[in-house]
């Protein structure tokens, strides 16, 4: 039997766009001022430049809604949030008639998930009270509905002055989820001062922490901030597919039944690459199947493969029956989840470009990675 490396790329291809239209759609809404940092905190944070997206469709007279085909965000926007006071109100009505129609349905993808309220550090502005007010009416307000609200400190330099406005809306005791002081994009001062871009990450930490399971695939898939946070979600994948695939009570299986075991190693490539957000190709998805468990020409688990891959397995030796243990089998699926995370890693940074994957070069490191994974103690 011989592994059909084109099949089963296909079956990924067909897994990631089956796990992509299933994504639930994040509502975001977004409060500020003009000119405070909206569209730049978007775009900085999320994939595919979102916040250019045109105005959006105006949901009522004060907010506009913006959404991308395909795209499984809804940011609401509040332009032109300062006028006047009269106007702040109406936003913060219609705002809480949103979040009421959402939390009447079952839909997840109905509901208001989270509200980004921005406000401008900048070094010369001074601290608005009326915003305070604002927050104060809408948390009193939002106390049954108990969507996440994040006050995130925008264009946040200099850091001091962060800090200090930071404690100061802390000090009002307000029912929120946390204060994020941000600078998404490098500030140049001049020739010689650049202030570096830092607190995105964070942000992600803190959407991570107020966004229920069924928007964590969502927000990682367009999330492009924070690596570690991708990876985390990432092994994640790996050890449910495991633990439910091979965990307790898995009966050792004879190795021409093994083939029984890609399904599940499908759909951990496929979340895993949805977790990235990158464009994986049919080709690129060929030859990492062939130079990892398909790099001796055998089925996926097949006899060769696995009598070869589990002499580099520290403690299991050689397999006694013809049978496969679900331990052993939990632990190949590992090191190939493990070896799929680096390569998405290498191309998320840009280490390692599309051509090099399919070079022999490419190739051979994906076997390193996966061989590597399998002598890892653990
Ligand atoms: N360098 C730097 N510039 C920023 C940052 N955030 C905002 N800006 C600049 O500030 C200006 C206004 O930013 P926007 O993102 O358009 O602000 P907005 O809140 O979307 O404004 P409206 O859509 O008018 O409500 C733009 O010139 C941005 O380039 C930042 O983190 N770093
Ligand atoms: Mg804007």
């Known amino acids: 039997m011989h592994i059909d490396t084109d099949k089963m790329a296909q079956q990924c291809i067909d897994a990631i766009s089956d796990k992509i239209k299933k994504l639930n759609t994040l509502n975001i809404i977004v409060v500020g001022k003009s000119g405070v940092g909206?569209?730049?905190?978007?775009?900085?944070?999320?994939?595919?430049?979102f916040a250019e997206t045109g105005l959006g469709r105006p949901v009522t007279s004060e907010i506009r809604k913006k959404v991308k085909k395909g795209y499984p965000l809804a940011i609401y926007d509040t332009p032109g949030f300062e006028l006047s006071s009269g106007q702040q109100s109406k936003v913060k009505e219609e705002i809480l008639e949103i979040i009421s129609k959402g939390a009447g349905s079952k839909d997840v993808n109905d509901a208001i998930h989270c509200i980004w309220y921005c406000i401008n550090v900048g070094a010369n502005r001074t601290f608005d009270e009326s915003e305070i007010a604002w927050l104060k009416e809408f948390t009193a307000r939002n106390k049954t509905t108990q969507v996440p609200i994040i006050v995130v400190l925008t264009q946040a330099i200099p850091k001091k002055k962060a800090a200090e406005m930071k404690s100061l809306v802390e000090k009002e005791n307000l029912d929120i989820a946390k204060v994020v002081p941000v600078l998404a994009q490098d500030m140049d001062f001049d020739e010689e001062y650049i202030a570096r871009a830092y607190g995105l990450d964070h942000l992600i930490d803190v959407m991570t922490e107020v966004l229920p399971n069924e928007l964590q695939h969502t927000l990682q898939n367009i999330q492009k901030a924070n690596l570690e946070s991708k990876k985390k979600a990432s092994q994640a994948v790996i050890a449910a597919a495991v633990a439910g695939a091979f965990g307790e009570g898995f009966a050792p299986l004879p190795f021409a039944d093994a083939a029984l075991l890609v399904p599940t190693q499908i759909s951990m490539?496929?979340?895993?690459?949805?977790?990235?957000?990158?464009?994986?190709?049919?080709?690129?998805?060929?030859?990492?199947?062939?130079?990892?468990?398909?790099?001796?020409?055998?089925?996926?688990?097949?006899?060769?493969?696995v009598s070869g891959l589990l002499k580099l397995i520290p403690g299991v030796g050689t397999v006694a029956g013809g049978l496969i243990s679900g331990t052993t089998a939990g632990l190949i699926t590992t090191a190939l989840g493990e070896a799929y995370i680096k390569i998405m890693e290498m191309i998320y940074k840009g280490e390692i470009s599309k051509e090099d994957l399919y070079s022999d070069d490419g190739q051979k490191t994906m076997t390193r990675l996966f061989k590597e994974g399998l002598k890892k103690k653990r």
């Open 38 to 49: 909206k569209s730049t905190l978007i775009n900085s944070l999320f994939r595919g430049n």
């Open 269 to 305: 490539i496929a979340g895993i690459t949805v977790i990235f957000g990158l464009d994986i190709s049919k080709s690129f998805l060929t030859s990492f199947v062939s130079s990892t468990i398909g790099a001796a020409g055998a089925t996926v688990l097949g006899r060769s493969i």
